[in-house]
């Protein structure tokens, strides 16, 4: 593989200050991945890497299989919404959800439920509660914050969810089992897990307000209180002309429901998580299972007509198109970094102080920072841990504790990255840019870093 030297770091730097600056991160991903090409065939191969990039993007089955996920997840958003179902929930809730305080714990409880996948949880609990919020005039930033910083937390603590499984198969594949598997080394290390604990702690402390708002929550809350506008400042229009049709269509459907029930939005949510439960956290089954069951539901009941239930379905693949070409773009950067080797160019860099009791400390911040300028959580946990594991190793660290570093740095990176799969579909789910959602979430975010990290510095040395 070839060196780039500093040249590298270009494409990441690039999106993020571009995306600051212009709040569009389509074209800052885009510059990003021109910038990659660019680097990686020069003036005369720019074309030829470009779409080398591109197609290396499409081709990763991981992409593959979201995309569908997304589409199911469209369909089924659309249809509670053409029904009428996410307006039956919400008015429903309202008999016992009376403040603003109320609403945001029982996002953060319903959070905590749906421990399964990530995906999973930051669609559906987005979807779940916007109606609910936006009543009780609580800006959609705050919404997307809680719904984002319990989704890959509460995946990483709960032995039982999609990345529990995943980071098992890591620690046993690269030798660390306690009885014999790598679960069992997961469940020793999840007390270990530090960022975990400590964005799930500082979000519910936030929600209560023990820690203030701060910077765009702060803005956005006053705004909201001021002039009742929930969405951040420089959202589309058309965000806001679509979710007001939506719920004026809701609306049309729910004066034929004069008592409101939970059971038109809660069935088909109940058997999408169970579905993806019983097909081994295959979310995308689950997602599917959810779609069919609202559209025959509704069918049944005649909400809607055969061929509406078809447009709505429709309308919801159309409605996803943004999210569908932001993640296609987001797995190209993340293929044109690999073939940069980015990965190895920070590691270089930050291997000399990975020494002793600090190893942990070192380990989650590099991770931390790495995935939230890259985009890459899982992949980056495949690249690290052979690295980190005979250091550790070596250097007298409990291996499980160097592991739980670099899975907690996994899940700042889910929280915050600009072009992360969770920060992309949480703000989809919310109805707000991503750019937004990142700028919220990174001062609470960064408050949960700061714990985690002294946390692994006392415990790199303790456990030596």
């Given at each position: ?70 589409v199911m997840f469209g369909i089924l958003i659309s249809l509670f919404e053409k029904s009428g179902a996410v307006m039956e929930f ?202 069919v069951t609202a559209f025959l539901l509704y069918l049944i009941q005649r909400k809607l007509k055969f061929k509406e239930l078809l ?42 102080i990975m020494k002793g009791g600090l190893l942990p400390m070192v380990v989650f911040l590099f991770c931390a920072i790495y995935a ?93």
């Open positions: 593989m070839d060196n780039y030297g500093i040249l590298t770091l270009l494409p990441v730097t690039l999106i993020l200050v571009i995306a600051v600056l212009t709040k569009r991160t389509l074209f800052a991903m885009l510059i990003g991945l021109c910038a990659a090409a660019l680097v990686l065939g020069g003036f005369t191969g720019f074309l030829d890497q470009l779409f080398e990039s591109t197609y290396g993007g499409m081709s990763d089955e991981t992409l593959q299989w979201l995309l569908l996920v997304i919400g008015e429903w809730t309202g008999k016992f959800i009376k403040t603003k305080r109320q609403t945001l714990i029982f996002t953060f409880i319903l959070g905590i439920i749906v421990f399964i996948d990530d995906y999973l949880n930051n669609l559906a609990i987005g979807t779940t509660m916007k109606a609910i919020t936006d009543k009780f005039g609580i800006p959609r930033t705050q919404l997307a914050y809680v719904v984002n910083s319990v989704a890959a937390p509460v995946c990483l603590i709960i032995p039982m969810s999609a990345w529990a499984v995943y980071f098992a198969g890591l620690f046993e594949a690269n030798g660390v089992t306690v009885n014999g598997t790598g679960m069992g080394a997961y469940i020793q290390a999840i007390p270990l897990v530090f960022y975990g604990y400590a964005a799930v702690a500082v979000c519910l402390l936030q929600i209560i307000g023990i820690i203030p708002k701060i910077g765009v929550l702060k803005k956005d809350t006053l705004r909201a209180q001021e002039t009742g506008v929930l969405f951040p400042v420089g959202t589309e229009p058309d965000h806001i002309l679509e979710e007001k049709t939506q719920n004026a269509v809701a609306s049309q459907s729910d004066v034929s429901t004069p008592k409101p029930h939970p059971w038109n939005f809660l069935i088909p949510l109940a058997v999408m998580i169970v579905v993806t439960l019983l097909t081994e956290i295959d979310v995308l089954l689950g997602a599917m299972a959810g779609s447009t709505a379905s429709f309308d919801g693949i159309l409605n996803m198109g943004f999210v569908l070409v932001l993640c296609t773009l987001a797995f190209s950067v993340q293929h044109a970094n690999l073939e940069l080797g980015l990965a190895n160019y920070v590691i270089e860099l930050v291997l000399p939230y300028a890259t985009g890459c959580f899982w992949d980056l946990a495949v690249i690290i841990m052979p690295i980190v594991i005979p250091l550790a190793q070596a250097m007298g660290v409990d291996p499980i504790l160097a592991g739980a570093a670099v899975f907690s740095g996994a899940a700042f990176g889910s929280n915050t990255c600009l072009y992360g799969d969770g920060v992309i579909l949480c703000s989809q789910a919310c109805g707000i840019k991503a750019i937004d959602l990142m700028l919220t979430t990174l001062p609470y975010a960064a408050i949960a870093a700061v714990i985690s990290s002294i946390g692994y510095l006392i415990a790199g040395f303790a456990m030596m």
